[in-house]
C-alpha cells in the first residue's frame, strides 16, 4: 500500500509514528514536508529564544525513516491533488500516486487584513524561520509588539521579553487569553503579566501600520490612539490550511477545514484528514492533544481496527512567562443550571473558579490563573465525571491550619482514566508497565508515551507509577527528574567524589537529555556547595533562577531589593549614613527587615551594579538575600552591654555570619544568637539556634519560623567557641549532602530516619567516621568565598548582562512608583493608567 502524507508537522510525525507501532507490512509511506528541516516541537516553540536549537527541538530520532522505511522529501510541497488519478504533484513537478492519501497540512497564522501588515519587521509566529527572523530583528530593535492575547500571543511576549525588549501585547477582546479563561481570571492573568514588565492593550481594534516618528512602525487603533515599536509579530489564531482540499473538491466547512467523519475520513473514501486542517463536528481543534488522538484514528481504520474520534476535552495548563495558567472543561460555565465557586487573593494574585452541575454532585470546568495545583485533581474529576465533595468549595480555598485539603487520590481514579491525552494512555495503561518493570518516570515515558509531548501530565503519571510501585511491594526511588536517575544526594556524592565542575561534565557522565527546570538549578546548588565557584561565571549563569541571576530579589513590579551583610546586625554611623545616601540617590524604599538587616528597594535591574558598587565603596557587601544560602545571624547586644548578658552574643553572631556566608544549601539558612536565656534573638526558631550559658553555648537545630513553626532541638550544651564552630560545620555540611531538593532543616530533620537521637550519632559521636570530612569540607567553602557583587561589577562580561534592554540604556517604562509615607511603592495598575512617567527621577 502507497501512503502519502502532506505535511510533517507534530500530527503528521504521530501519524508516522502510529503507523510504525502497528506493525502493518507492506507499507510505502513517502511524506511531503514543504520546510526545509523535519518535524519539530512547536510546542515549545518559545525555547528557541532561551537558547534550544532547531536540532534540540526535533521529533525525529535518529535513524526513524531508514527504520520504518518511511521517505522524507524536505523543501516539497505539495501543489496539486488529482483524486480520479489518486495522484499528488510536488512544486518541483514530480508526480507521485497515492493508494491512500493523509492530509495534515495543519494551519497557517491568520493575519489582519488591514494596511502596513506586510511592512518590514512585522511577522508571524509559527515556524523555526519566523523565529530566526525575529531574532535578528530583535538585535536591532528596542520595543515590540505581539497582536493577539492568546495562548500563543502570550507565549510570543515570553519571546520578546527574553530578547530584553519592551514588550506589549495588544488584544481586541477585553481580556487576554479570552477562550480560556473568564473575566476574574482574566483580571489576575493581567496584573501578573504585566508586573512582568508586557504592557497589555485590550479592547484594540488596529486600522493600520505606519511609519513611526520614535519607532520604526506606528500602529493606529480605532479608538483615537496609537502605540509606536520597532517589531510586530502577529499571533492573533489560525485558520485551517485547506486550499489544496478546495481545489481539489474536497468537502470543506462553510469558515474553513477539511470535513472528516469519526474515522478522520474525508468526502472521499481514500483521503484522511487529520490536525488543524480537519473540521469534525463544525469543530477546529487547535490543541496537539486531539490531532494525535486524530492520528492514531485514522491509522487504527486503515489496519482495520475499531476506533472513533469523539471530539476531544480541550482543557490546558501551561507556565505563561512564569505564571501558571489552567483552563478545564466549561470555565465559563455556559451548562444550562450550573453553579460557580471563585476564589481571589489579590494579594498573591491567584484567582481560581470551579464550575458544578445544577444539581451539585459534578465538576463541569473551572480556571486557575496564578496557582494551579490543583488542575490535576480537577481535570480527573471533571473527565471520569467522579463526585464531588460536600463542599466543593474546599478543592480551591486554601488549606486551612489543622485541616486536610479534600483532594482525589490516584487510586480513586479508575483504570481507564486517561492520564496524558496527547498520547491517549490511560492510568491502566501506567500501572501495568510498572508491573512489567518500568520503574522510573523515564522507563514509563518510553513504555507508554505519557508525559513525552507537551508533560502536563508527569506529576500526575509520577503518581501513579509510586502507587502502583508500593502496590506491588517495590522500593520508590526519588529521582531527581527524568534526565538523572539520582536522589538529589547521590548527585551531591557524585559531584564530590568525582570532582565535576560544571553541569555540562555532570549531564555528560551522569545524565541524559538536556537538562531541565528542576535539575539545573539543582546542580547549580550542588555545584556551589561544593566548590563555591562564582554562580555567573560561563558555565554555571545559565543554571540559576531568576533571583541568582540578577543578585537581588525580583519583586512584583520587576525591580529589585537590595540588602547587604551587616554581620550578626552591627552597622558603624558611618554604614548607616552611607546606606541612607545610596537609598536617596537611587530612590530606594527602605526598610529594616526581620533579620536586623536594611532591605533597599525599587532597584532597576540597571541600577544593581553602580549601587552595588557604592555599597561595596561604603565597606558592606552580598547579604545573599536571593539565595539558597546563609541570610542572616540575628542577635542580641549580650555581654558587651546588656546587664543580662552571660557572654559575648555579638561577637560569636559576627564570627558565625563571616564563616558560613556564601555557603549555598537545598534551602535558606537562618542562624540566632542569644546571650542569654531570656533569648531577645529567637534562636530557637532558627536553623541553627545559639543561646549562651554560665557553662559555654547550648546548640538547637533545626527550627524555623514562617508557614509551618517548628522549635528548634536542643543538639549539644555547654560547648566552647572552638566544640561550637566545629559542630555547626558537621551539622551544615552533613544536611547540604543529604538533603532533598528544596527541603529546609526543619524537614529535613522530620525525615531524617532515627530522628535526634542519629543526627547526634552522626555530628557528636562520629558513628558514620564522616565528621573530619564534613569539616574539611566546609573549610573549603570557607576558604573559597568571594563577594558576589564584588565579582560582578569587575567583570564586564557578567556587569553586561545587568541591563533591560540589550541593546539600549533606555530604563523600562513599566516601572512607576508613588510617594506613600514619604516614600516610593509601585504603583498599582489603576495608578499606571494615571501616570506615564516615573514620579521619582533618579541618577
Known amino acids: 500500500m502507497k501512503i502519502i502524507v502532506i505535511g510533517h508537522g507534530m500530527v503528521g510525525h504521530k501519524f508516522l509514528e502510529s503507523v510504525a507501532d502497528s506493525g502493518l507490512p507492506g507499507l510505502e509511506v513517502t511524506v511531503l514536508c514543504e520546510e526545509p528541516r523535519p518535524a519539530y516541537d512547536r510546542v515549545h516553540l518559545s525555547e528557541f529564544f532561551a537558547g534550544k536549537s532547531a536540532e534540540d527541538l526535533s521529533l525525529v530520532p535518529a535513524g526513524f525513516f531508514e527504520r520504518n522505511n518511511v521517505l522524507l522529501k524536505l523543501n516539497a510541497r505539495a501543489a496539486s491533488i488529482d483524486r480520479a488519478a489518486k495522484t499528488v504533484t510536488v512544486s518541483t513537478g514530480e508526480i507521485l500516486s497515492y493508494d491512500k492519501l493523509i492530509m495534515a497540512t495543519g494551519s497557517y497564522p491568520f493575519m489582519p487584513q488591514l494596511p502596513g501588515n506586510d511592512r518590514k519587521d512585522c511577522f508571524v509566529y509559527r515556524t523555526i524561520e519566523d523565529l530566526e527572523a525575529m531574532l535578528e530583528c530583535g538585535r536591532r530593535a528596542k520595543s515590540g509588539v505581539v497582536v493577539g492575547g492568546g495562548l500563543l500571543g502570550l507565549e510570543c511576549a515570553k519571546a520578546l521579553r527574553d530578547m530584553q525588549l519592551e514588550t506589549h501585547v495588544v488584544e481586541f477582546s477585553p481580556r487576554l487569553m479570552a477562550v480560556q479563561v473568564d473575566e476574574g481570571g482574566g483580571r489576575i492573568l493581567r496584573k501578573k503579566i504585566e508586573n512582568l514588565g508586557v504592557t497589555a492593550h485590550t479592547q484594540k481594534n488596529t486600522l493600520e501600520i505606519v511609519d513611526g516618528e520614535s519607532a520604526t512602525h506606528?500602529?493606529?487603533?480605532?479608538?483615537?490612539?496609537?502605540?509606536?515599536?520597532?517589531?510586530?509579530?502577529?499571533?492573533?489564531?489560525?485558520?485551517?490550511?485547506?486550499?489544496?482540499?478546495?481545489?481539489?473538491?474536497?468537502?470543506?466547512?462553510?469558515?474553513?477545514?477539511?470535513?472528516?467523519?469519526?474515522?478522520?475520513?474525508?468526502?472521499?473514501?481514500?483521503?484522511?484528514?487529520?490536525?488543524?486542517?480537519?473540521?469534525?463536528?463544525?469543530?477546529?481543534?487547535?490543541?496537539?492533544?486531539?490531532?494525535?488522538?486524530?492520528?492514531?484514528?485514522?491509522?487504527?481504520?486503515?489496519?482495520?481496527?475499531?476506533?472513533?474520534?469523539?471530539?476531544?476535552?480541550?482543557?490546558?495548563?501551561?507556565?505563561?512567562?512564569?505564571?501558571?495558567?489552567?483552563?478545564?472543561?466549561?470555565?465559563?460555565?455556559?451548562?444550562?443550571?450550573?453553579?460557580?465557586?471563585?476564589?481571589?487573593?489579590e494579594r498573591k494574585q491567584?484567582?481560581?473558579?470551579?464550575?458544578?452541575?445544577?444539581?451539585?454532585?459534578?465538576?463541569?470546568?473551572?480556571?486557575?490563573?496564578?496557582?494551579?495545583?490543583?488542575?490535576?485533581?480537577?481535570?480527573?474529576?471533571?473527565?471520569?465525571?467522579?463526585?464531588?465533595?460536600?463542599?466543593?468549595?474546599?478543592?480551591?480555598?486554601?488549606?486551612?491550619?489543622?485541616?486536610?485539603?479534600?483532594?482525589?487520590?490516584?487510586?480513586?481514579?479508575?483504570?481507564?482514566?486517561?492520564?496524558?491525552?496527547?498520547?491517549?494512555?490511560?492510568?491502566?495503561a501506567i500501572c501495568a508497565a510498572v508491573r512489567d518493570g518500568a520503574t522510573s518516570i523515564g522507563a514509563v515515558k518510553s513504555c507508554t508515551a505519557a508525559g513525552t509531548s507537551c508533560g502536563g501530565c508527569v506529576s500526575l503519571v509520577t503518581q501513579i507509577m509510586k502507587s502502583e510501585m508500593k502496590k506491588q511491594g517495590m522500593a520508590v526511588n526519588n529521582h531527581v527528574c527524568e534526565h538523572f536517575a539520582y536522589s538529589r544526594q547521590e548527585l551531591y556524592h557524585l559531584v564530590r567524589v568525582g570532582a565535576i565542575k560544571t553541569f555540562d561534565a555532570l549531564l555528560a557522565q551522569h545524565g541524559k537529555g538536556l537538562g531541565c527546570d528542576i535539575c539545573k538549578p539543582l546542580a547549580a546548588s550542588i555545584l556551589a556547595s561544593c566548590w563555591n565557584d562564582f554562580v555567573l561565571k560561563k558555565e554555571h549563569a545559565s543554571l540559576q533562577d531568576s533571583n541568582d541571576y540578577f543578585l537581588g530579589n525580583i519583586q512584583k513590579d520587576g525591580t529589585y531589593s537590595v540588602v547587604p551583610r551587616m554581620a550578626g546586625g552591627e552597622v558603624t554611623a558611618d554604614g548607616l549614613i552611607a546606606i541612607g545616601h545610596i537609598a536617596k540617590k537611587y530612590g530606594l524604599y527602605t526598610k529594616i527587615t526581620g533579620g536586623q538587616r536594611i532591605d533597599l528597594f525599587g532597584a532597576r535591574v540597571e541600577q544593581l551594579p553602580p549601587i552595588w558598587e557604592e555599597l561595596i565603596a561604603a565597606g558592606f557587601e552580598t547579604g545573599h538575600a536571593y539565595g539558597k544560602a546563609l541570610r542572616t545571624v540575628k542577635s542580641c547586644v549580650g555581654s558587651t552591654w546588656c546587664r543580662y548578658g552571660v557572654d559575648d552574643s555579638m561577637g560569636l553572631a559576627i564570627d558565625l555570619e563571616n564563616r558560613y556566608k556564601g555557603l549555598r544549601a537545598p534551602h535558606k539558612i537562618k542562624f540566632g544568637v542569644s546571650g542569654c536565656t531570656r533569648e531577645c534573638a529567637e534562636a530557637q526558631s532558627k536553623d541553627i539556634g545559639v543561646i549562651a550559658t554560665e557553662k559555654g553555648w547550648n546548640l538547637y537545630v533545626c527550627g524555623n519560623g514562617g508557614m509551618k513553626p517548628r522549635h528548634a532541638e536542643l543538639l549539644a550544651t555547654d560547648l566552647d567557641r572552638a566544640a561550637l564552630i566545629r559542630t555547626i560545620d558537621r551539622v551544615l555540611m552533613f544536611y547540604v549532602r543529604t538533603a532533598d531538593r528544596l527541603q529546609r532543616t526543619s524537614v529535613w530533620r522530620d525525615n531524617l530516619e532515627g530522628g535526634l537521637d542519629y543526627l547526634k550519632q552522626v555530628v557528636l559521636e562520629d558513628k558514620l567516621g564522616i565528621a573530619a570530612e564534613l569539616e574539611a569540607e566546609m573549610q573549603l567553602v570557607v576558604d573559597a568565598y568571594e563577594c558576589e557583587w564584588k565579582k560582578a561589577v569587575s567583570d564586564p562580561e557578567?556587569?553586561?548582562?545587568?541591563?533591560?534592554?540589550?541593546?539600549?540604556?533606555?530604563?523600562?517604562?513599566?516601572?512607576?512608583?508613588?510617594?506613600?509615607?514619604?516614600?516610593?511603592?509601585?504603583?498599582?495598575?489603576?495608578?499606571?493608567?494615571?501616570?506615564?512617567?516615573?514620579?521619582?527621577?533618579?541618577?
Open 798 to 843: 557578567t556587569r553586561r548582562r545587568f541591563r533591560h534592554f540589550v541593546n539600549s540604556e533606555q530604563q523600562d517604562r513599566n516601572v512607576v512608583f508613588m510617594e506613600e509615607r514619604g516614600q516610593i511603592r509601585p504603583a498599582t495598575p489603576e495608578e499606571k493608567q494615571r501616570v506615564t512617567i516615573p514620579i521619582v527621577q533618579v541618577a
Open 350 to 428: 491567584i484567582y481560581k473558579k470551579i464550575v458544578v452541575s445544577d444539581c451539585g454532585k459534578y465538576l463541569l470546568g473551572g480556571v486557575m490563573v496564578g496557582d494551579a495545583s490543583e488542575y490535576g485533581t480537577l481535570l480527573q474529576m471533571m473527565l471520569n465525571r467522579i463526585e464531588l465533595p460536600e463542599s466543593p468549595e474546599f478543592l480551591i480555598l486554601p488549606q486551612a491550619e489543622g485541616n486536610a485539603k479534600p483532594g482525589l487520590g490516584v487510586d480513586a481514579l479508575p483504570d481507564g482514566a486517561q492520564i496524558c491525552s496527547c498520547n491517549d494512555v490511560s492510568k491502566g
Open 218 to 345: 506606528r500602529m493606529n487603533f480605532a479608538d483615537g490612539s496609537h502605540l509606536e515599536t520597532d517589531m510586530i509579530v502577529f499571533s492573533a489564531g489560525i485558520r485551517p490550511r485547506d486550499e489544496l482540499a478546495r481545489e481539489s473538491g474536497l468537502e470543506v466547512g462553510p469558515r474553513g477545514g477539511i470535513v472528516i467523519d469519526n474515522s478522520c475520513l474525508t468526502s472521499d473514501p481514500d483521503v484522511y484528514a487529520i490536525g488543524e486542517c480537519a473540521l469534525w463536528g463544525g469543530q477546529i481543534f487547535g490543541l496537539v492533544a486531539p490531532g494525535y488522538e486524530m492520528a492514531r484514528i485514522a491509522v487504527r481504520h486503515l489496519i482495520g481496527e475499531a476506533g472513533e474520534f469523539k471530539g476531544a476535552d480541550m482543557s490546558t495548563k501551561l507556565k505563561l512567562m512564569g505564571v501558571d495558567v489552567a483552563s478545564i472543561g466549561d470555565p465559563h460555565g455556559k451548562a444550562e443550571g450550573s453553579r460557580s465557586y471563585q476564589f481571589t487573593d
